[in-house]
């Protein structure tokens, strides 16, 4: 299906952004609209104007045709001089390096070129048969991505900031799609893996720790069937404040309820302390905060009924096997007189570290951020699969042959388990109700919930997902 100049000229301006490193109100401030107005008209809620197409090509340094002929087009026509320092390293051959290109961009086109012409008026002459003639992914993240045997030493440091790595491998994606941004996300989205892992192999650059990404696995987080589970109770939330909906549905109360929705939470555990090397087999009831993860406990008893237990939803008594982000929440909730104090039986520990994931945690929030103020859903997207993927594939996946880390797989989720709890808990604190918990990212309170959260789809804010009422006539 053929696009519309209005959705063509969309994609180019977001492709522009990507490579100028400009956001919305830079680019809003030089055209002379507000930043507001900007995002309407790149989400498609209102209009570009001709006058908004003659500024922003001067903007960039083109003429307007050359802007209105898709984003490969006008990526290659675009001044050397208002791309940004660090892009002289940037590995996505946007523009040709050929002393002049089939069909260079001119200061007065007498037609937009059709999308045949226009994708090769945009790239290099070949100086092989068309198949070969491809455009190279980003370096940087693709070379890396490549290899599936872990390397000790193994990493070359990056060409430029972490986030470029993303942001080029977005612009390479559209550039290959000819600015089709469902073929460029779906594209992105296939390359997640690899893409994540090579980002993750570049953030470890000069890290003070070299971790194992092959160690032995303890037993005990070996599974116990080919299509079952081991033995690790992650904490996941299912709660409900039984006393309160039993009371609503008797008649006797109504309690107008908020849905909560924590904004990227695997994102947000990517931050958590992480064992760097194999795990090791010690028993005795002593918790070592230099180390993390996985322990035996007898959870002792919890005392708050008003608020869940960080224990999730298990109902039956007895010892369990849990992640250092749980038995840390237990112990740090007995320090509050919330639960009787948990009895740490054995563990399976290394030296840890709560930093080994926080720069390519800090790039993918950069990136993220950025592709919310522009209304990029398609970087968006790929940031979003990026993060998931690789919580859900470094325990023991066909899909990443890069690690097999089962314990940082278990620790990372309970780490988002813990997050929302911690959420309920400040809430409580506050003087909200704690209606429901569950899943991942989901809070149900009843009161004045923004006087407590910030609202937004930042990573520290929350977004209102529903409002109902309890009682009454439901």
Same mark, same amino acid.
């Given at each position: ?26 680019? =809003? ?9 900007? *995002? ?8 570009? /104007?001709?006058? +908004? ?16 002929? #898709? ?16 892009? %002289? ?35 290099? =002459? ?5 198949? *070969? %003639? ?5 370096? %940087? ?12 030493? !193994? ?11 993303? !942001? ?23 390359? %997640? ?9 570049? *953030? ?72 760097? #090397? ?9 918790? +070592?905060?230099? !180390? ?39 112990? !740090?909730?007995?320090?509050? +007189? ?12 290394? #030296? ?23 209304? +990029? ?15 859900? /594939?470094?325990?023991? *996946? ?48 009843? #009161? ?27």
């Amino acid at each position: 299906m053929t696009m519309s100049t209005e959705e063509t000229l969309r994609l180019t301006v977001a492709a522009l952004m990507q490579l100028t490193r400009q956001r919305q109100p830079d680019v =809003a401030a030089a055209i002379g609209l507000t930043q507001p107005q900007l *995002s309407r008209r790149q989400s498609g809620k209102s209009a570009w /104007t001709l006058t +908004d197409c003659d500024r922003l090509a001067a903007h960039w340094g083109m003429p307007t045709l050359d802007l209105l002929a #898709g984003p490969t087009h006008a990526a290659g026509c675009l001044p050397a001089t208002r791309r940004p320092t660090a892009d %002289a390293q940037t590995a996505v051959p946007l523009a040709p390096s050929a002393p002049a290109p089939p069909a260079p961009c001119s200061a007065a086109p007498t037609a937009t070129p059709a999308p045949a012409e226009t994708a090769a008026a945009a790239a290099p =002459a070949p100086a092989a048969p068309a198949s *070969s %003639a491809a455009p190279a992914p980003a370096p %940087a993240l693709a070379a890396a991505a490549t290899s599936s045997v872990p390397r000790t030493p !193994r990493r070359a440091a990056p060409a430029g900031p972490l986030p470029d790595l993303i !942001r080029d491998r977005v612009v390479a994606a559209l550039t290959e799609a000819g600015g089709d941004a469902d073929v460029a996300q779906a594209a992105l989205i296939k390359r %997640a893996v690899p893409d994540v892992m090579a980002l993750f192999a570049a *953030s470890r650059v000069g890290g003070r720790y070299e971790h194992s990404e092959f160690p032995p696995t303890a037993g005990i987080l070996q599974k116990r069937s080919q299509k079952g589970a081991d033995a690790i109770w992650e904490g996941r939330p299912k709660w409900r404040a039984v006393d309160l909906h039993r009371a609503a549905r008797a008649g006797h109360i109504t309690v107008d309820v908020t849905a909560l929705d924590m904004n990227a939470a695997y994102l947000a555990a990517l931050k958590t302390w992480l064992p760097i #090397g194999k795990l090791t087999h010690s028993e005795g009831d002593r918790h +070592d905060p230099k !180390r993390s993860g996985v322990h035996l406990v007898d959870p002792g008893e919890w005392l708050t009924p008003d608020l869940p237990s960080p224990l999730g939803s298990r109902q039956e008594p007895g010892p369990l096997w849990i992640t250092e982000p749980t038995l840390r929440a237990l112990i !740090r909730c007995a320090g509050m +007189d919330l639960c009787t104090p948990p009895k740490i039986m054995e563990s399976w520990t290394s #030296g840890a570290s709560e930093g080994l994931l926080e720069k390519m945690r800090r790039a993918l929030v950069t990136v993220r951020d950025e592709a919310i103020d522009n209304n +990029d859903e398609v970087t968006t997207e790929y940031v979003k699969s990026m993060y998931s993927k690789f919580v859900s /594939t470094i325990g023991e *996946s066909a899909a990443n042959r890069e690690i097999r880390r089962p314990d940082w797989m278990h620790i990372i989720r309970s780490q988002a388990f813990v997050n929302l709890w911690l959420k309920a808990h400040k809430a409580h604190k506050a003087g909200l109700t704690v209606v429901q918990m569950s899943g991942t990212d989901e809070l149900h309170v009843s #009161g004045n919930w923004q006087a407590v959260f910030p609202e937004g789809r930042g990573l520290s804010q929350v977004k209102a997902k529903s409002m109902y009422t309890l009682g009454g006539d439901e």
